[in-house]
């Protein structure tokens, strides 16, 4: 049988076993809307841990960070300050947005800020806002899985017809069982990814160069520029490693997909436990990325799209039942990281929007019906963008990443008790002022003087933000009392707000 | 001590340790990837003390 055979027969088997726990999901299902949308919050540490990273780590860590090391070097090493930071952003602020959620029945994270600061105009700016900037990591997503279909089939599944080919099945296993089928296929595909990256790394490794410390010895050699900063593209200067680091911290806590999984969690332990342990996974698995990265820039050079390298490398160097088992863990990452956006997109949207304004007071049945439309557009959209926009998927993740941050101030605001609490012009007036300055210093004058767009953009919303709340009028003082009184009631008073 | 450790892999103090140990080599690897390396872990096992702590 012919590699490509067996490579590509190995992702569709894969992607069989999905549609089924799909479906077995869908049986398993209560009809109420927190099952569909929160899986009613009951997620146990296993699960959500499983789930959180591998929404956290996409076609972005698996075929994204290959290709920046292969064009960048060493540099995409800072990975690690990220992933740790996002850990530790779990144990501090995820918790008290797990708490507020429990407390007071929050379903998205605009329903937080809305709450807080009385107004429904930051209920619609936030939930645009998050929809927006996650559609660019829909687009992430779908490109992955379009560069891993054709380059497993040797082109004759075209880029376009394997992005529609996963796109479908996975919006189909999230319309049949909401987000408990999104937990249980990230459960699959969060320990799939893990160990294939991990296998197809260390195959390539001793393969091609009899080991991992001789791949790095080869490097060294044959490119050294590939071993300094800022890299040999002059990528890794000082702002672009600090601002890459906000940017995919904060700003990928702050989407709805990974907030959300905060409201989930069955008890604020498990939170914790999340925030110190999740790093362990998302960093280590930069570590396989550098070997097929660098070790793939000394094999083949010339490679026309560098996100393409790890695929390439194992069609033209690995067995090819390997190969579809690895690339098969490759559809996983990019999977359940888009399944986890249509699902956050399509609650956004079915929360904040249709039965805010348009069809209030009908039964859970009806918003599950909308939701499951909503994802059917979603991936219209999303398919659209993916074959007709092209561009680095970090380069792509990051701007999703920035746009999200922007949520900051508002949200630090609602979870952080303070004298003087930010009001909602205060928080529209910066978040506005933050996404004009994104699209200034990264489309018209791109990271001034070296400094990630990121950086200038959540410090001129910060500025904006406090200025105006300092003149404008706060929150009740009763819907403070009761929100912030919650936190501090969490956080310093003991109080466990476990069923 | 967990910010501690994150400015120590951030700039400046990252880009004067690559160029300052940039020839040097630690457990066959480059010296720059493990320093980084030893950091993130470092930071693990705060956030991990820091949860058996209950703090």
């Known amino acids: 049988m012919e590699p490509w055979v067996i490579a590509t027969s190995l992702i569709f088997a894969y992607l069989l076993f999905t549609i089924v726990l799909g479906f077995v999901a869908n049986r398993r299902m209560a009809a109420d809307l927190e099952d569909f949308l929160l899986y009613g919050r009951k997620a146990g540490f296993v699960v959500l841990y499983l789930t959180v990273v591998a929404t956290y780590h996409s076609a972005f860590a698996f075929l994204g960070s290959g290709g920046f090391f292969y064009a960048h070097g060493i540099g995409f090493w800072e990975a690690g300050t990220w992933t740790v930071l996002v850990g530790a952003i779990t144990y501090t602020l995820g918790v008290r947005i797990w708490a507020l959620g429990k407390k007071f029945g929050y379903i998205t994270p605009a329903d937080m800020l809305a709450d807080f600061y009385e107004s429904e105009a930051v209920r619609v700016v936030v939930a645009a806002v998050s929809v927006l900037f996650t559609i660019l990591y829909i687009q992430v997503q779908a490109q992955g899985l379009g560069y891993i279909i054709s380059v ?14 996963l796109l479908i099945v996975a919006a189909g296993y999230l319309m049949a069982g909401g987000l408990r089928a999104v937990y249980w296929t990230d459960v699959l595909q969060g320990a799939w990814m893990y160990v294939a990256v991990w296998v197809g790394a260390l195959v390539l490794s001793y393969e091609l160069f009899g080991g991992p410390l001789q791949l790095w010895q080869s490097v060294a050699r044959a490119r050294p520029d590939l071993l300094t900063l800022p890299g040999p593209q002059g990528f890794f200067t000082p702002g672009m490693w600090f601002g890459m680091t906000i940017a995919l911290s904060f700003g990928i806590v702050f989407q709805p997909h990974i907030m959300i999984r905060f409201y989930t969690a069955d008890s604020g332990k498990t939170l914790k436990w999340l925030g110190a342990t999740t790093p362990l996974f998302l960093m280590t698995l930069y570590i396989p990325a550098a070997l097929v990265g660098l070790g793939g820039a000394v094999v083949l050079p010339d490679l026309a799209i560098a996100d393409q390298i790890f695929p390439e490398l194992l069609i033209r160097f690995a067995p090819a039942w390997l190969t579809g088992i690895i690339l098969a863990g490759a559809t996983a990452a990019a999977m359940s990281t888009l399944d986890s ?5 399509m609650t956004v949207l079915t929360r904040d929007i249709y039965q805010r304004y348009v069809a ?4 859970a049945a009806h918003y599950m019906a909308v939701g499951r439309w909503i994802v059917v557009v979603l991936l219209v959209i999303g398919y659209l ?5 092209f561009d680095f998927l970090v380069t792509l993740v990051t701007l999703s990443g920035a746009g999200a941050l922007q949520l900051m101030p508002g949200v630090m605001g609602v979870c952080y008790p303070t004298r ?3 009001t909602r012009l205060g928080v529209l007036a910066g978040l506005f002022v ?3 300055t994104l699209y200034a210093t990264l489309i018209l004058v791109p990271h001034p003087w070296g400094l990630h767009a990121a950086v200038w953009s959540i410090a001129a919303n910060f500025l904006i933000c406090i200025l105006v709340s300092r003149l404008t ?6 819907t403070v009392e ?4 919650a936190v501090e009631a969490y956080v310093y008073g003991g109080e466990t707000f476990d069923a | 001590m967990f910010l501690g450790l994150m400015v120590l892999v951030q700039p400046p103090i990252v880009f004067w340790i690559e160029e300052r140990f940039r020839s040097a080599w630690l457990l066959g690897l480059p010296f720059f990837y493990v320093y980084l390396g030893f950091v993130y872990f470092a930071m693990i096992a705060v956030l991990i003390w820091t949860v058996r702590r209950k703090v």
């Open chain 1, 152 to 165: 497993a089939s040797g082109d004759r599944i075209s880029f376009e017809l394997g992005t529609l080919i």
């Open chain 1, 341 to 345: 956006i249509l699902h956050s997109n």
């Open chain 1, 360 to 363: 209030k007071d009908r039964d």
């Open chain 1, 385 to 389: 963008l993916s074959v007709t926009t």
């Open chain 1, 420 to 422: 003087r609490p930010f």
């Open chain 1, 434 to 436: 933050g996404l004009g």
């Open chain 1, 473 to 478: 009028p706060p929150p009740s003082p009763e």
């Open chain 1, 482 to 485: 009761r929100v912030h009184g």
